[in-house]
């Protein structure tokens, strides 16, 4: 292989480096948008979790109380 070729194949390998390295870079800012997405849904989940727990310990039930099909 010559000089000229060596060079013209390490070229064509870069350039597909380049256009690998582009598209890992599209996927990897994909999935962060899609991650920082989901922790703010996993902490509004916990925030509704903990009103809806509050709620509850502060609703009191009767013990003696008949259910309503009696």
């Keep these: 292989m010559s000089v000229e070729e060596r060079l013209i194949d390490l070229e064509i390998r870069?350039?597909?480096?380049?256009d690998l390295v582009d598209t890992l870079?599209?996927?990897?800012?994909q999935q962060q948008k899609k991650i920082d997405e989901l922790e703010k849904l996993c902490l509004a989940l916990a925030g509704r979790l903990r009103e809806v727990a509050v709620a509850?310990?502060?609703?009191?039930m009767p013990v003696d109380e008949r259910?309503?099909?009696y």
């Design 56 to 60: 509850a310990s502060q609703r009191q």
């Design 25 to 29: 870079n599209t996927q990897v800012y």
């Design 14 to 18: 870069l350039s597909r480096q380049d």
């Design 67 to 69: 259910p309503p099909h």
